[in-house]
């Protein structure tokens, strides 16, 4: 008994490193030139640690280091980039698995990202400045240094995001996981609805909004002066300064602070 159990360790110890050649001996790169066809840049990486970066150039290239496949298309007006996972991962040798994904810097367009699982690290210039951005977040951890976006829509099942140096329009839909956000500038609205979980918007001071926050089950922590401010146990409304923008809070169960 003992020997056939070993055999079959040894079997799919062999399988496992011909279809999982450990990471340092694979290496894929693909890219794409960006047209004034282009409306969108797709990204698919759900499962793989990826770090998207915008820089000087007129294209789109994905470069991938271990195990599974990336691919790199234009269909129609849009370009998407695709992981895939390598089938028979039964074991995990060397380092993990990367994806590094460049857009140009002057690209103003829409990116829209869907992460399934794994970690994401969105480098861009202060340079780019997106239409609108569209993340739809699983599960992992998403770090942010700066986005300047005309609207951003941010979807979390679970997960953490860090947005640092935001400005935009702005909408937060999070069902259980952390997002901090820190606002530069407020000029657009923003929208967010908690289920469960938290969301911190790191205002400034001489921000203009309306606040208007609906409870069922959970708390704002609002750090900000309100002018005719009403605050019970299902409901939160004031004005800051002007009043400008709208900021719409709805909690089913968990936290949104503002400060």
């Excluded at 590094?100 to 690209?107: E, M």
Aim: proline share 2%.
């Amino acid at each position: 008994m003992k020997k056939i159990i070993l055999v079959v360790v040894l079997i799919l110890l062999l399988i496992s490193l011909v279809f999982n050649v450990p990471n340092w001996f694979l290496s894929q790169e693909h890219q794409v030139k960006v047209t004034d066809k282009i409306n969108s840049i797709d990204l698919d990486i759900k499962g793989v640690d990826t770090t998207v970066i915008s820089k000087d150039q007129d294209y789109v290239k994905a470069e991938l280091k271990g195990k599974g496949n990336v691919n790199l298309s234009k269909k129609g007006d849009t370009i998407e980039v695709e992981y895939h996972r390598q089938l028979f991962s039964f074991f995990n040798f060397g380092r993990r698995t990367q994806l590094v994904v460049t857009i140009p810097k002057d690209y103003d367009r829409e990116l829209k990202v869907d992460a399934g699982s794994g970690d994401i690290d969105l480098q861009l210039s202060k340079d780019t400045v997106l239409s609108s951005l569209e993340l739809d977040v699983g599960s992992g951890d998403i770090d942010i240094d700066s986005l300047n976006a005309k609207t951003a829509s941010i979807d979390v099942a679970s997960g953490d995001i860090d947005l640092k140096h935001f400005t935009g329009e702005l909408k937060i839909d999070v069902s259980s996981g952390d997002v901090s956000v820190q606002i530069d500038e407020l000029v657009g609205d923003i929208e967010a609805e908690v289920s469960s979980g938290r969301i911190v918007l790191d205002l400034p001071d001489d921000s203009d909004f309306t606040l208007n926050g609906e409870i069922s089950s959970g708390i704002i922590q609002n750090h900000f002066p309100l002018k005719n401010e009403k605050n019970d146990r299902n409901r939160l409304r004031g004005t800051h300064g002007s009043g400008k923008y709208s900021i719409d809070l709805d909690i089913s169960s968990g936290i949104i602070e503002i400060k």
